[in-house]
């Protein structure tokens, strides 16, 4: 029975020893040079299932400067546990003794913290001054604590630079080619009261602009779909509609058919055009409103005679009169032409 607990008490032991975490420092050298490097081997081991976290703090003494912390390599052991081990370079400028503060590593589940052992480290002032014959420090046996390095040529910055000076000088010859006239021309036109970006605005005459949407909509021949003949007499009306606006200076969008008849009838230039234009509203009111659907030849005619108005009422110009009567044997060649290709 006293063998037992002795086991048990042994084997609770070697298992709170085996899942302990420890902390090891080991110096590569206690004696450096003033200035010169030394590496601090730190050595821990934990279970598996815990993990810590090297702090660094600074030393209180100013003595010991912490150089680089290099990368932790972890070893696995037989035994489940992990080793950890992590180099710290240190060094430092003051000459004599000092101590190396203690490393910790903190758990970061438990905040635990681990402590290593502080280290003496001696610092030698290996620079030795030599004096001249005057008494005076000579130059010549003061060197610097490392040997100063030679950089090499870096072709990558240059080749950056290269292309950067290139490009500056495309740029520069673009803007010297192509830019100045055009700040030239501009400042040109600036005194001349004109805009460079401002282009003439071309505007046409209310005749042509009208007869251009009445070839839209030859064009559409959307009156064969029988289902879109109210579209059709709508974009006809609309396009007389607008015509008259600015025609004749009545607010014909706005008014209904009967009330553009009797605005027109009054005038002189419209009185030849009122039976087409009686036919014309009479068919689309017919469309719109009461669903009628008229026949192809009655969607051709209502076209025909739209051309036929406008060309009948369009502005009087001021051309000699041969260059009138030329355009007007031309604009009754196409009406016909209109007629027979719809």
Avoid at 290 to 314: F, G, H, Q, V, W
């Amino acid at each position: 029975m006293k063998f037992h607990s002795i086991a048990t008490v042994l084997f609770l032991c070697g298992s709170l020893a085996t899942n302990a975490a420890s902390l090891t420092a080991k110096m590569d050298s206690a004696h450096i040079g003033m200035g010169r490097q030394t590496a601090v081997h730190l050595t821990l081991t934990q279970p598996k299932d815990q993990d810590f976290e090297l702090q660094v703090e600074k030393d209180s003494t100013g003595k010991v400067d912490v150089v680089k912390l290099k990368q932790a390599d972890t070893l696995k052991n037989n035994d489940g546990s992990l080793e950890i081990k992590q180099d710290v370079i240190i060094t430092s400028f003051d000459s004599g003794s000092c101590v190396v503060p203690p490393f910790k590593y903190v758990n970061i589940k438990t905040g635990e913290t681990l402590t290593s052992e502080p280290l003496a480290l001696e610092v030698n002032n290996d620079i030795e001054i030599k004096l001249d014959e005057a008494g005076q420090p000579d130059s010549t046996s003061v060197k610097d604590i490392k040997e100063i390095m030679t950089l090499g040529f870096d072709w990558g910055k240059f080749f950056t630079i290269l292309l950067i000076i290139l490009l500056i000088a495309v740029l520069g010859f673009l803007g010297w080619k192509y830019g100045w006239p055009f700040i030239q021309k501009k400042l040109a036109k600036k005194k001349e009261g004109i805009s460079v970006f401002d282009e003439p605005e071309i505007i046409l005459p209310i005749d042509v602009v009208a007869i251009n949407k009445l070839d839209e909509i030859k064009a559409k021949r959307i009156w064969k779909d029988s289902s879109r003949i109210k579209e059709y007499y709508t974009d006809v009306t609309e396009t007389l509609r607008e015509y008259f606006c600015g025609r004749f200076n009545i607010s014909a969008m706005e008014m209904t058919s009967d009330e553009i008849l009797d605005e027109l009838k009054y005038k002189t230039e419209a009185m030849p055009i009122i039976p087409e234009l009686k036919s014309i509203l009479s068919k689309a009111d017919m469309a719109k409103f009461a669903k009628a659907i008229p026949t192809e030849e009655d969607c051709e005619m209502s076209l025909a005679n739209a051309y036929l108005i406008i060309s009948r009422t369009k502005p009087v110009s001021t051309e000699p009169a041969q260059d009138k009567k030329a355009k007007k044997e031309e604009a009754s060649s196409a009406i016909i032409s209109n007629s027979n290709n719809i």
